[in-house]
């Protein structure tokens, strides 16, 4: 059963931007931490930027400096802000959801998942 709800997949052109939005319902968004995934097709699921409950951040080495995790309480809503698009930025992202909030948490401990909102970059 899918819980969250991810937007603003496109199309963009190399060096652009992007937001990603994540929709949980009050109980997930209030008590779990919250991450962005990203996942190529034939590749595994790759973590791209996590934020706790208490708002401190953690992302990926390959997107630090260009992404940033941000929330908003009042619309429950996770954002992945995505600037200076790469290529190899392309891929199907998801937001998920982690009861653990577990510093070294993998992708199992994630217990809530969206379907995916796809990010194309041109070069």
């Known amino acids: 059963q899918v819980q969250l709800v991810e937007s603003g997949g496109d199309s963009v052109q190399s060096g652009g931007s992007l937001r990603l939005t994540c929709v949980a319902p009050?109980?997930?968004?209030?008590?779990?931490?919250m991450a962005w995934w990203r996942q190529v097709p034939g590749k595994e699921r790759e973590a791209v930027a996590f934020?706790?409950?208490?708002?401190?951040?953690t992302y990926a080495a390959s997107v630090k400096d260009r992404f940033t995790i941000s929330q908003d309480n009042a619309k429950l809503t996770t954002y992945l802000q995505m600037d200076s698009l790469k290529p190899e930025d392309a891929a199907m992202y998801y937001c998920?959801?982690?009861?653990?909030?577990?510093?070294?948490?993998?992708?199992?401990?994630?217990?809530?998942w969206g379907q995916g909102t796809e990010v194309t970059v041109s070069s």
């Open positions: 998920a959801a982690d009861p653990s909030c577990s510093s070294t948490a993998t992708e199992f401990d994630f217990t809530s």
């Open positions: 009050d109980d997930i968004y209030r008590s779990y931490c």
């Open positions: 934020i706790d409950t208490d708002g401190e951040t």
